[in-house]
Nanobody, 120 residues
Framework: QVQLVESGGGLVQAGDSLRLSCAASGITFSTYVMNWYRQAPGKERELVASITNTGRTTNYADSVKGRFTISRDNAKNTVYLQMNSLKPEDTAVYYC?????????????WGQGTQVTVSS
């Protein structure tokens, strides 16, 4: 059974920092690209950050570049999202996603989400 369990969300003030964690089980973690998405009320889910299976390559949405950092620890089956200089517009439910594409199939798993609320 695959599980992705996010933690670390909460209520903070603008300018504060948070670190989200996503612990994975039931998958060969080191073979998956890991993504963080977020969804604000009334808006579509958007990709915030991605990291390749080895951790060598990362990508970020323009809105978070320079403020957020994605990282992973394959020994702990965990991916992190360090969020600095938080803004009210970062308020959303943040979701962890594990993705692996192959010729035969795509494996795509999601966590339950963790709420991040940034007050002004």
């Amino acid at each position: 059974q695959v599980q992705l369990v996010e933690s670390g969300g909460g209520l903070v003030q603008a300018g504060d920092s948070l670190r989200l964690s996503c612990a994975a089980s039931g998958i060969t973690f080191s073979t998956y690209v890991m993504n963080w998405y977020r969804q604000a009320p009334g808006k579509e889910r958007e990709l915030v950050a991605s990291i390749t299976n080895t951790g060598r390559t990362t990508n970020y949405a323009d809105s978070v570049k320079g403020r957020f950092t994605i990282s992973r620890d394959n020994a702990k089956n965990t991916v992190y999202l360090q969020m600095n200089s938080l803004k009210p517009e970062d308020t959303a439910v943040y979701y962890c996603n594990a993705l692996r594409d192959s010729v035969l199939r795509t494996n795509d798993y999601w966590g339950q989400g963790t709420q991040v609320t940034v007050s002004s």
